[in-house]
């Protein structure tokens, strides 16, 4: 019965049965999800009830009339009420329903049949109780719900297929699905090309290839024709970038990258941004820089045989591999593709691209490592892979038949030694190794890189003394081995790296006496913290004119400062001298550092009186004395350091308060 039939016969039949407060309703019965209305009273939706109550204004179901005569009877008292009720059953034409049969009333029963879907519900009487009705009931309720369920099920099955894509859409439809009698002649001279470029994806529904495809075909203003005055290089290239436009966001690129793009020559007189032509049109530079790419760097790029420089750096959004096409760029010579969000590894095919000469892959998250294979990139001048996840061993052998000058593997997990034949890359400038697991000593044969300038170690587990060939760097400028585990004593060959700035051999475990240093006069700083340098300090420390940070606190000096600073004339801006062993009053020397910024003199032995000339010093910003032997006032022409943002005088035996001027000093947060 369709519900408009339902409706309208509800319209007709006023209802006759109401359910007394110990009833049930029937389409809760029927339904297996409805809940119970009456509470514990309610009785199990499987079991007829007791009792029904029959309302006297009984219509009958078929002719729509009242009963008249029968109602009369049924309300007489002469007339037995089994009489009343079999009179009224065959006036209905109803069959009877099933019975329960109450204890102590054989001859008659009170019954329940309830019509669903726009119900009437009948009382009636029986004096036999159908199974067969009873068990055609059951069977038409378990139909029902059967039914319910396979529809859930089928509606199931459909979302899946429909989330996964199995319905209406195949990553690869067959001609059925898009028959190729549906394309312009145009567009078939163009798939031809295209399926050249890209095996796969062409017919996938928003996949790139195919957004790039359906552009050229509709969207493209040139409307490209094959044969027509057009090269095949040509709509390569325009649908290379349009794949590799559509592969990283290109709709969501910042405005200014993306204005241009779509519109007009790719190598007009305003190229399209981030691209650059040769002189015969095609693109030889392709480089983005923080311009919002969002995605990854589609095979086709391959395609670009005349790409000189790929630079796509800055974009954290950029995942996914370096693809392996990029060894058909024979021509290219600068592959940048930092500070984003690449993984994976190195593609062995990058080393097809014999002409690169400049690899920056810093700041991704690649793993893997080098293969000799790199032996291959004679060209290759620069190899930059900080702070990614690469391990194994460095093949320095074959790293000598290129052409390196920068090598920095900063911040990875590459492990070994740093062999002898490490002097057979007489070309290197720049080699950075610090973050790793790289033990052993440090070849003695390093003094042969005669070109280095500078050289990373920090954080590695190197051993050993410095080899005393470390002098014959003339060239070095920046030497640091911080945090691995040195021992012994400072070589004195050191004193002739005349060109060398920085020396940092902090945090190791170094002994001896500080060696001369008055040839070394570039030297501006200088760190040996943590480490176990004992002696006096050597005067040859104020001839050095360009010194600006001296960083030797945590060691086991001891003496005096005075004959050190005396004659000091350089740009000290650090003095860094805590947890040593200095025992003297604090000479008054110190104030003619007018550029210090920084005096650490805490946790020594100094006694007597702050000078006050200290006071004079404008550019002091942080002045720690605390731990020492310390006596009489705080001066108050500390006042004067109006700079000063940090003051520890803390475990001293100095007297009374530190005065309200200086604790008046604005950018002063930090006392002890």
Not at 147 to 169: P, R, W
Not at 556 to 578: C, M, V
């Amino acid at each position: 019965m369709d519900p408009e039939s339902i409706e309208s016969e509800d319209e007709q039949t006023p209802q006759v049965a109401q359910e007394d407060e110990e009833g049930f309703d029937a389409d809760d019965a029927f339904n297996p999800f409805a809940s119970p209305s009456n509470g514990d009273s309610q009785p199990d939706s499987w079991k007829l009830p007791e009792e029904i109550s029959v309302n006297s204004d009984y219509v009958s179901e078929f002719s729509h009339e009242p009963v008249g005569d029968h109602a009369t009877a049924l309300n007489s008292t002469s007339t037995p009420a089994s009489v009343r009720k079999q009179r009224r059953d065959e006036e209905r034409g109803m069959d009877a329903p099933p019975s329960v049969i109450h204890e102590g009333s054989e001859s008659e029963t009170i019954v329940q049949s309830k019509r669903f879907f726009g119900g009437i519900t009948h009382a009636t009487s029986n004096t036999s109780f159908s199974t067969t009705q009873t068990t055609d009931a059951l069977k038409r309720r378990l139909i029902v719900w059967a039914s319910i369920a396979l529809v859930m099920l089928i509606a199931l099955i459909l979302m899946i297929m429909f989330v996964t894509g199995s319905i209406g859409q195949n990553k690869e439809p067959s001609s059925a699905n898009e028959p190729e009698d549906d394309l312009t002649p145009r567009e078939r001279a163009l798939m031809e090309i295209l399926s050249g470029v890209s095996p796969t994806g062409l017919h996938e529904v928003g996949s790139p290839q195919k957004l790039a495809r359906d552009w050229l075909f509709h969207d493209d203003k040139l409307q490209l024709t094959p044969q027509e005055g057009v090269s095949n290089t040509t709509i390569v290239q325009r649908y290379v970038l349009m794949v590799f436009y559509f592969s990283t966001s290109g709709p969501s690129w910042h405005e200014h990258a993306e204005h241009n793009w779509l519109e007009g020559e790719v190598c007009a007189s305003i190229h399209w941004k981030g691209v650059s032509c040769t002189y015969e049109n095609e693109v030889r530079a392709l480089a983005f820089d923080n311009e919002g790419l969002d995605g990854t760097i589609p095979d086709e790029i391959g395609h670009l045989t005349k790409l000189e420089n790929l630079v796509l750096k800055n974009h954290q959004k950029l995942t996914g591999s370096i693809p392996t096409t990029i060894g058909n760029l024979k021509r290219l010579g600068q592959l940048g593709l930092y500070n984003n969000g690449l993984i994976g590894g190195l593609p062995r095919e990058l080393y097809d691209a014999t002409y690169l000469n400049y690899i920056n892959l810093e700041n991704n998250q690649l793993i893997g490592g080098l293969t000799l294979a790199i032996e291959k990139l004679r060209n290759l001048e620069k190899l930059i892979l900080f702070n990614n996840k690469f391990s194994g061993g460095v093949p320095f052998t074959q790293l000598a038949r290129t052409g390196i000058r920068l090598l920095g593997l900063s911040g990875n997990d590459f492990e070994g030694t740093l062999p002898e034949s490490i002097q057979d890359l007489p070309l290197l400038e720049y080699l950075y190794l610090d973050g790793n697991r790289f033990r052993g000593t440090l070849p003695s044969t390093i003094g042969k890189l005669r070109l280095l300038k500078s050289l990373m170690l920090d954080s590695n587990e190197f051993t050993g003394e410095l080899p005393s060939e470390v002098g014959t760097m003339r060239s070095i400028e920046f030497f640091s081995m911080q945090g691995n585990r040195l021992r012994g004593s400072l070589p004195t060959e050191i004193n002739d790296m005349a060109k060398l700035e920085t020396l940092n051999l902090a945090t190791n475990f170094l002994d001896g006496s500080l060696p001369d240093t008055r040839r070394m006069d570039a030297l501006s700083h200088m760190y040996l913290y943590q480490n176990e340098l004992t002696g006096t300090l050597p005067p040859s420390l104020a001839g050095m004119d360009s010194l600006r940070v001296l960083f030797l606190s945590s060691n086991r000096f001891y003496g005096t400062i005075e004959q050190a600073i005396r004659n000091f004339n350089g740009p000290l801006e650090g003095l860094y001298l805590s947890d040593n062993s200095f025992e003297e009053t604090l000479p008054a020397s110190l104030c003619n550092l007018q550029n210090l910024e920084s005096l650490f003199l805490d946790e020594n032995e100094f006694h007597g009186t702050i000078p006050t000339c200290l006071g004079t010093i404008s550019t002091l910003r942080q002045l720690y004395l605390f731990k020492n032997d310390l006596t009489g006032l705080v001066p108050t022409e500390l006042a004067g350091l109006r700079a000063l943002s940090g003051l520890g005088l803390e475990n001293t035996h100095l007297e009374g308060s530190i005065p309200d001027d200086v604790c008046l000093i604005r950018p002063l947060k930090d006392i002890w």
